[in-house]
């Protein structure tokens, strides 16, 4: 079993909360795809909102009732201190070290400023955080991430939202094979359930994601069918699989062959 | 008493309040699911009611909301 920060994971699917077509979606969803646990996030709320509903209305009260640990993020955050600070208002009011530490540093592609991240990390870690960093799959960073005191590992696969899937995996293959103890988890640019079963295949522990299921066109199967991607993904990384090979090889024998000639 | 002129969550807003739990009261912010800061530092649940404001201060009152 997944096992983060001394908490047991009974799934290998975490999944993101946002743009659903309804909030009673998420439960659905989460509940399908057997999501180990959700990421969540702080904004303002206005007042009258907040007091028509109470803080979070419909949304949170239906997370509340999924019993899943909940990861809070640090989305839209550009600076270590920005990110700091809003890490210190996640674990007020979600009651819990996790975080999700993002620190944003291209409007365009959603890049992590690995820099600000690796701050970021440093404090947050030594404040009693158990830090969840965005990262690109850069195997340095990776590196000072980990001396910052992070436990796992998050890189991208591709830029969120994206879709595309794993675009360089030779880069996974790399911090899988250097870090082989450490939790990864590729977190943002998942597709398709093929692309996670992908990274599963690569020996990943697990997979976050939120706009490939959030967006489909129904999300609650899709929820289901990524979770069965990850579990197909994970099986056939224990089961071994072939190395790629230039040329073709026979799967018939070839001995015992009648000769017609 | 004369109004605090304050920036709550982006806006401008004139209030009575004088401490930060006062002002959650005054602006009908309920409930133990919030966060806050002011002028970006946190102030924790329990410093809340005697955390005094000053003018000008910039608070920041955050909720649980989606998030991936």
Redesign the interface.
């Known amino acids: 079993m997944l096992e983060i920060y001394g908490a047991k994971l009974p799934s290998r699917l975490i999944l993101g909360t946002a743009q659903y077509p309804s909030p009673d979606t998420i439960g659905e969803a989460v509940r399908a795809g057997g999501a180990s646990a959700v990421t969540v996030s702080l904004r303002r709320e206005s007042a009258q909102d907040a007091a028509a509903t109470g803080p979070g209305g419909k949304f949170w009260s239906i997370v509340r009732s999924l019993g899943v640990p909940v990861l809070p993020n640090t989305a839209g955050c550009h600076t270590a201190r920005e990110a700091i600070t809003t890490a210190q208002m996640a674990r007020e009011v979600f009651d819990t070290n996790w975080i999700k530490l993002e620190v944003i540093g291209n409007h365009d592609t959603l890049q992590p400023d690995v820099f600000e991240l690796v701050e970021a990390a440093r404090i947050l870690c030594d404040e009693g955080f158990e830090v969840f960093p965005y990262t690109t799959d850069d195997l340095v960073v990776a590196e000072r991430l980990l001396e910052a005191g992070c436990g796992i590992l998050m890189p991208w696969c591709a830029p969120i939202g994206s879709a595309r899937g794993p675009v360089n995996l030779d880069a996974l293959r790399s911090l899988r094979s250097h870090f082989p103890d450490v939790p990864l988890i590729v977190d943002a640019g998942i597709g398709r359930p093929s692309h996670a079963a992908t990274v599963m295949e690569l020996g990943y522990d697990a997979v976050l994601l939120n706009t490939a299921v959030a967006r489909a066109g129904a999300p609650v199967y899709m929820a289901r069918a990524f979770s069965a991607a990850i579990k197909a993904g994970r099986t056939a990384w224990h089961a071994g699989l072939l190395e790629p090979r230039d040329i073709a090889v026979p799967s018939t024998p070839v001995i015992g062959m009648a000769t017609f000639t | 008493m004369a109004e605090l002129t304050l920036v709550v969550?982006?806006r401008r807003a004139a209030v009575s309040s004088r401490s930060l739990g006062a002002l959650l009261s005054e602006?009908?912010?309920?409930?133990e699911?919030?966060?806050?800061?002011v002028n970006?530092?946190?102030v924790?649940?329990d410093d809340r009611a005697t955390h005094v404001l000053c003018e000008g201060d910039r608070i920041?009152?955050?909720?649980?909301?989606?998030?991936?």
Do not use: D, F
Request: charged share 10%.
């Open positions: 969550n982006g602006l009908s912010y309920e409930g699911w919030l966060a806050t800061a970006g530092v946190v924790h649940r920041e009152i955050l909720s649980p909301m989606q998030g991936g």
